[in-house]
């Protein structure tokens, strides 16, 4: 059974940075693409960064470029995703994600693709 446990969320004042682990097990993610997506309260879920397990190729949404970095450990069967120069308009809830395929650019912005969900992390930025 696939299982996604993030963590590493909190409170953190803007500009601050944070650091967010996803642990996954259950099986090899060798052809999986592992994403992170967020949810403001009363906003659809969408999507922030993706990276591909075995190329290790990397996506972002637009907003985040520059500010966030995906990365994974295989060894440890980690995803991380480091977060710099946080704004309050990056408060929400984290979730990381895995899609049993490889994508690429737009293709990981669907959340549909990403058949594994972990929990989320609370991520607020005060002001």
């Known amino acids: 059974q696939v299982q996604l446990v993030e963590s590493g969320g909190g409170l953190v004042q803007a500009g601050g940075s944070l650091r967010l682990s996803c642990a996954a097990s259950?099986?090899?993610?060798?052809?999986?693409?592992m994403g992170w997506f967020r949810q403001a309260p009363g906003k659809e879920r969408e999507f922030v960064a993706a990276i591909n397990w075995n190329s290790g190729s990397t996506y972002y949404k637009d907003s985040v470029k520059g500010r966030f970095t995906i990365s994974r450990d295989i060894a440890k069967n980690t995803v991380y995703l480091q977060m710099n120069s946080l704004k309050p308009e990056d408060t929400a809830v984290y979730y990381c994600a895995a899609a049993p395929l490889y994508c690429s650019g737009y293709g990981c912005y669907d959340r549909y693709l990403y058949r594994y969900w972990g929990q989320g992390t609370q991520v607020t930025v005060s002001s």
């Open positions: 259950g099986r090899t993610f060798s052809s999986y693409t």
